[in-house]
Structures are given as C-alpha cells and as structure tokens.
C-alpha cells in the first residue's frame, strides 16, 4: 500500500470554548475526520466541508464543524488510519487567559519603572528611562523642559507615541466600559493603584503619562523618545537623551477622545482624577479646533516612530463623540458622514470608533445613530459573509499590511459591536474566527501569540525578550503577522533575509530581524484582549 501524506488540520491551538460553536480548517485529503478522546474513544465523526478558495493564502481548505464537542479535555484529530494532532483542546473559559496574559504584557512595557521578580517573575528588569526631565526638540515649537514620566513603551522599541496610545487606550477603556462587572475582579498580578480593577490600574499607568503630553495651551505633543532607535538593549541602557518631539492635530484630538472616555470610565472610583481628564480633553479639542490642520512628520534628524497622518476628519470625529457622549454638550457631537469607507479603526483611522459610539448610543445621539448602525452593518455583513468561507477569517489580500494581525483583531472588535447591536449569533460567531484566526487557524499553522499554542513566535522583535538572554519571550505578545511588504529585508546583516513568499498570509519569520512581520505593538494586543475579553465576558454567569 502506498503511504498517503497526512493532511494539515488547523486549529485555535489555545482551544475552544465548550458552549462556542467550533471549527478548524484542513488541507485537502478524503475521509471522515474522528474526534477521539483522552481514553482512545471516538467521540464525534464528521464529514469535512469544502470550502471557497482563501486569496490572500492562495489555498484550498475544507472546513471541519465540531460545535457538538462540548466536553472539557484534550483531544486528537484522526482521518484514516493518521493521527493529524493530539492538542485540541476544549474548555470551558479558554481565553481567559489569554484575556490576563494579553492585558499583562502592559505591565511588561512600563516605562519609568523596575518590574519586581513577584510580578514579572522570570522577566524582573530594572527601570528604564529615569530623567523625567525632559528637553523639548525644536519640532515641538517651543524650547525648555517638561516633566514627563510612566507610560507603555510602543512596540520593540523604547518611544511612547501619543496616536498610537490613542487608539490602544481607548479599546482598553471600552473593553472595561462594556464589561465593567467581568472586569471589576479579574486579576493578573500586577502592582495594586489604590482600589483599582487591574486592568484600570494598567490604564491609568499609561493615561498619567497622556497627561505629562498636554502644553498649557492644550496641544499635545507628538511623542516622547530617543531622536535614532536604539540597538538591542534592556530599558535601562538605553540611555540616549531623550526628547518631547512634534506636535499636532492627530495627538490633541486622540488625547482629546481617550481623555473624555477615561472621564466615564474613572468617575465612579475617583471623581478627581475623572474630572482632570475631561478639562484635558476639552482643552485639548478647543485647540485642535483652533489649529485643525497640523500634520506631524519626523524632523530631519529623528528617526524614530513617526505615526504620520494628514487628514484628521476621523479624528475629529472621534474626539467629538467622546467628548459629546461623556458631557452631553449638543456643540462636540459629529455628524455621521454616510460617505466614510476606512471605517475599520486603525492608529490612523479612528471614523469607526466613532461609529461605535453612535451606534451603541441610540438615545442620546437620535437620527445619527441608525446612520452609523447601517454602516456598521453593511460591512458586518460582507464580513460574516466572508467568515463562513477559506479559513473563517475576514482578511483579503489588502489587509495583510503591517501589523496584519491587528487589521484581523480590529475585524474582530467590529463584528463584536454588531452583535451588541443586533444580537444576531453570525456577528458573535464571526468574530470568534477571529480568535480562532490568531491562536492557530492559519496557514503558518501557529499561534501569533507568545507563550500560547503549540507553536507560537520564538523570537519577536522585541528589545527586551532580545537582550534579557532569556529563552522564552515575554508571554502574552501577539506579533504583527505575515504581510508581503518585506520592508525589513535587506543587505545590512542585521536585516531579514528574503522571507517572502509571493503569497500574503505566509510572508512571516519568526526571526528578531523582522520588524515588518515580527515586532510586537501595543495597539496589536489591545484588540486581541477585547475580542478574549469580550468572548468570556458575554459567557460569564
Ligand atoms: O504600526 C505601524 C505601521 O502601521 C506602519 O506601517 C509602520 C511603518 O511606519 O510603523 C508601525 O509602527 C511602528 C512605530 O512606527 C514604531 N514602533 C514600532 C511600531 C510597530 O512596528
């Protein structure tokens, strides 16, 4: 007899809730899959599904239904005679965890302060960038010192950029706002901030640091860092001066947004603090008003992240409503622009934030809010659509970009917000393919997440996890993903060799080298902990 080769069965590695519906994707092959048990007992049989063929792939996959597995335990997936995996796993609250380690890996980004060993365990490190103190370049406008401290570094480098803590802090405040009961006692073993829930003691580390950012006229400054990136080193060494660079229309009207939701989100534990974010934000708006059309570009001798944007409506937009739901103050709401097709938030493209806002706020913003439900929707439903096919994910070959796997999360956080406005099942459903897309359910047959899944990223671009000559990265990373740019790859001996394979979804190393495909970023994780927030939150007693 002729051995056949056994076929591939992509899974969510990090397992699958027992009350969701389940799927995992296959290669081709004939044959009845087997669900067998711990104990050797087939427990389910199932006909695989074809399905449509998945672009951005460039492959044909079945799909395998095993929503009757409900269970607990872990299991192996049999065709014929070859056992094709031996870790599917189901349980009852699977990305819980996920959920904890995803809002953790903040802590591991502290600027300003040591992490000690009883909370970052294996990854204790001493505190970097001390001088508090600091220079103002000559891009701010002004010249002299601010005091600026706290905050996440960014990515796999040591800046902290107020558009991308923007967009990254407000679905962090939303992921508390819409679940505060599951949010209010779950715990990761972080530093305690008074009687704050953990994740608004994370937040708030960050959001202190928003604050440094406001000049006395409102505006804010672009970003805090070094003027070039700095090489491979722990926080602590890198010691290049720092400065305060830039400013502009899209950092006052993030800040201005983040500010006016931290106001509700802040209030009932300490009124104070609420209320100092919410002047901020409005005088943060009341500048962008007066100066509606400054772009931020990196000045010549700076290098590092340059978060650049030229067209600041969304932003608008986005600030408006924040500032119009938290006060009630009829002359901050937007009008909804039926127009508007970037409504997929992004760092550059906060339109659809807005629409959330609207959407989920039908009484106090009236006719605009079924503006903004039907164009929700309208992508919703193209997306759920698009969901039941290839390997159930959202993604075409066009969102496979930098940061792919935040264009996914970001799919996914969408698809959650028509299911709280419709409450129909294929929203909830297609958002959880999400999930499913991240930890495993992909043609790299890996978890992007680290720390999760059989397979998951061994060496992110990621100072720390680099320089601390410690084997296992920092867990709870989820890395930017396959994307065909190859912007990394080059001839310097610190630069990728060619990884590119000519197809979207498989142009990926798991290699320190790849920043294109393999950094890490705050504004990645924070829709992969909604969507694994979201998910046990709706299922929670
Ligand atoms: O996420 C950013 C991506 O959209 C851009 O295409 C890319 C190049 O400008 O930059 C990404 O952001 C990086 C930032 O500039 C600096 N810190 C690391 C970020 C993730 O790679």
Redo the contacts with the bound molecule.
């Keep these: 007899a002729t051995a056949a080769t056994a076929a591939t069965a992509y899974i969510n590695q990090v397992g699958y809730r027992t009350s969701d519906p389940k799927e995992f994707a296959l290669t081709e092959g004939s044959g009845d899959i087997e669900i067998v048990d711990a104990a050797g007992q087939t427990v389910l049989k199932v006909t695989p599904k074809a399905a449509s063929y998945w672009n951005p792939g460039a492959v044909n996959v079945q799909l395998v239904d095993i929503s009757e597995l409900k269970t607990p335990g872990t299991y192996s997936i049999k065709q014929g005679d070859q056992v094709l995996r031996s870790d599917l796993k189901i349980a009852d609250k699977v990305f819980e965890d996920v959920t904890k380690a995803s809002l953790k890996w903040y802590y591991y980004q502290r600027a300003s302060m040591a992490l000690e060993e009883t909370y970052a365990g294996l990854w204790k490190r001493d505190a970097g960038h001390m001088n508090a103190t600091v220079d103002l370049h000559k891009s701010t406008g002004a010249s002299g010192t601010i005091q600026s401290s706290k905050g996440w570094y ?4 040591y ?1 902290r ?1 107020i558009v ?1 803590s923007g967009i990254t802090t407000f679905t962090l405040l939303s992921l508390y706002e819409h679940f505060p009961d599951y949010f209010k006692t779950l715990k990761w073993n972080i530093p305690a901030e008074g009687t704050l829930p953990d994740l608004l003691a994370e937040i708030k580390y960050n959001l202190d640091w928003m604050l440094t950012m406001q000049a006395a006229d409102g505006m804010v400054y672009h970003k805090l860092s070094t003027l070039q990136f700095p090489g491979d080193v722990m926080p602590n060494k890198d010691t290049e001066k720092l400065y305060v660079i830039g400013k502009g229309t899209a950092a006052t009207l993030d800040f201005a947004g983040v500010m006016a939701a931290a106001y509700r989100v802040f209030k009932p534990f300490d009124a104070t603090y609420a209320t100092q974010c919410l002047e901020a934000a409005k005088k943060a708006y009341a500048w962008a008003l007066q100066n509606p059309k400054v772009a931020f570009y990196n000045p010549m001798d700076v290098a ?4 650049s944007d030229g067209e600041f409506s969304d932003e608008f937009a986005f600030a408006g409503m924040e500032l119009f739901i938290s006060t009630g103050d009829a002359s901050y709401k937007p009008t909804i622009d039926e127009n508007k097709t970037s409504i997929v938030p ?3 493209e906060m339109y659809g934030l807005a629409l959330y806002e609207a959407a989920t706020h039908a009484t106090e913003v009236g006719a605009d809010a079924e503006k903004a439900k039907s164009m929700l929707l309208g992508y919703a439903n193209e997306f759920a659509y698009q969901a039941s096919s290839g390997f159930g994910v959202v993604m075409a070959n066009e969102d496979f ?3 792919s796997n ?1 264009v996914a999360g970001n799919q996914g956080v969408f698809l959650l917000h028509a299911y709280y406005i419709t409450g129909e099942q294929k929203y909830y459903e297609a958002a959880k393919k999400v999930i499913d897309y991240l930890l495993g359910k992909n043609p790299l047959d890996m978890s992007f997440l680290t720390g999760f899944g059989t397979k998951s990223p061994m060496l992110p ?1 990621h100072r720390p996890s680099t320089a601390d000559k410690i084997t296992e990265p920092i867990p709870g990373m989820l890395v ?1 993903g396959p994307q065909p740019g190859g ?1 990394d790859i080059g001839t310097k001996s610190w630069e990728c060799k060619d990884y590119k394979t000519g197809v979207p979804a498989t142009s990926y190393i798991d290699n320190r080298c790849s ?2 495909t393999n ?1 890490v ?1 705050i ?2 994780n924070a829709p992969l902990a909604y969507i694994a927030g979201a998910l046990e939150a709706l299922n929670a007693g």
């Design positions: 960014d990515a796999g480098d800046g950029y991308n590092t992240g340059s978060y992004a760092w550059p970009v930098w940061g935040a671009h930017g912007e920043y294109a950094e970023a504004n990645w």
